[in-house]
């Protein structure tokens, strides 16, 4: 069976886009055990333990990103789901880590990613070929 371009296509972005961040964010997490200076730059942003607890909930929800990405590439019947409640997800902690840190700015790209992956995955063709 022929994958439909828009299919291989979130595939490509959740690999690209889940596995970059994924290593960004834990280079970060262990820089932040060797940096001494994170302490000053701690207090305009966030404090440490918040950062490090966003830091993780954005891993969980890159994780679950990856594995629904591996479940596409197989047609499973659950990675579908998977991606839209992980783009629910994701959407949601792109709004807290808005509030809390007042940039949307980084925020827009993971927000144009995950909207296109709800709305993709939703139309009625797509929900079709992942019931089969």
């Known amino acids: 069976m022929k994958r439909p371009g828009g299919v ?5 972005l959740i690999f690209l886009f889940g596995g970059f961040s994924l290593l960004i964010f834990l280079v ?4 932040l055990g060797y940096y001494p200076g994170y302490d000053i730059i701690g207090e305009i ?3 440490k333990i918040s950062f490090i607890t966003w830091a993780l909930v954005w891993m969980f929800v890159l994780i679950l990103l990856i594995v629904g990405g591996i479940g596409l590439i197989k047609y499973k019947k659950w990675a579908r ?6 783009s629910f997800a994701g959407i949601l902690a792109l709004v807290f880590s808005t ?3 007042g940039s949307i ?4 790209i993971p927000l144009a990613l995950f909207a296109w ?6 139309k009625k063709e797509i929900i079709k070929l992942f019931k089969a």
């Not at 992956?117 to 939703?122: D, H």
């Open 117 to 122: 992956l709800i709305l993709y995955f939703n």
């Open 81 to 86: 789901k998977l991606v839209v409640y992980t």
């Open 99 to 101: 509030l809390a840190t």
């Open 8 to 12: 291989e296509a979130s595939i490509i």
């Open 45 to 47: 942003v966030l404090s």
């Open 28 to 31: 970060v997490l262990i820089m």
């Open 105 to 108: 700015v980084i925020g827009i």
